[in-house]
């Protein structure tokens, strides 16, 4: 339980190729403004398709495939996500070319930025990278890029993912979140015990901050 007064602990499982996972994020963020929550974020990884191969599948495909989705069903589901990003104040721009990609370099990429205290910025910079300007994230100079963009250092990001060096730390993490029982993402747990698994809007996101303040108070 949070002591009083202290930041709320939000931890949350996620991967840079699920438009829900920022979406989710980004209406918890309004909800935590709007109640003026104390909070600190810890994120962790979670990957969609951990047996996807390298160069990836293109997106539509994907989901049709693993989905069940019908192409007019896909659509639709792109222009809903584009419209309700749009209100928080992000860019979608989906194009009939995009694609799914491994992500476990992301999560290495990731788990070394943490550790200078910059893996929120970067995971908020490579969700753009791939939803926005459509980069492809499979790509290990277009990460050290995206690293660089917010400051941290280009070539040591090139020798991380080169050397695999935290590949193991990486498995241990997203085994530790699999056996929690996280099948789905966005997961969002709040001090450390309650679980909230999916995008849950920003009314939903502020009636349960408000109960935890209620019972921290």
Not at 126 to 140: C, I, K, P, W
Request: charged fraction near 25%; proline fraction near 4%; charge should be negative.
């Amino acid at each position: 339980m949070t002591k009083p007064n202290a930041p709320l602990r939000i931890d949350i499982a996620s991967d840079v190729m699920c438009p829900w996972c920022i979406i989710g994020y980004l209406q918890l963020a309004h909800a935590l403004e709007a109640t003026g929550t104390a909070h600190e974020i810890h994120w962790h990884p979670f990957e969609l398709n951990p047996e996807m191969p390298a160069d990836g599948q293109n997106m539509r495909e994907h989901i049709i495939e693993k989905y069940g989705s019908t192409p007019e069903q896909s659509e639709a589901s792109r222009r809903q996500m584009t419209e309700v990003g749009k209100g928080l104040g992000f860019e979608f721009s989906f194009a009939d070319d995009m694609r799914m990609h491994n992500t476990f370099n992301v999560h290495q990429l990731l788990h070394w930025a943490e550790q200078q205290g910059r893996m929120h910025d970067l995971k908020l910079a490579l969700f753009e990278a791939h939803f926005t300007h459509r980069r492809d994230l499979s790509d290990n100079n277009i990460l050290a890029e995206e690293a660089a963009g917010i400051g941290l250092d280009k070539s040591e990001a090139l020798a991380i993912l080169e050397d695999q060096r935290f590949a193991d730390e990486v498995r241990s993490v997203e085994h530790f979140w699999l056996q929690q029982g996280v099948r789905g993402v966005p997961a969002v747990v709040f001090d450390r015990q309650h679980l909230v698994t999916g995008a849950q809007g920003v009314d939903n996101y502020t009636r349960i901050l408000e109960q935890l303040n209620e019972m921290s108070s």
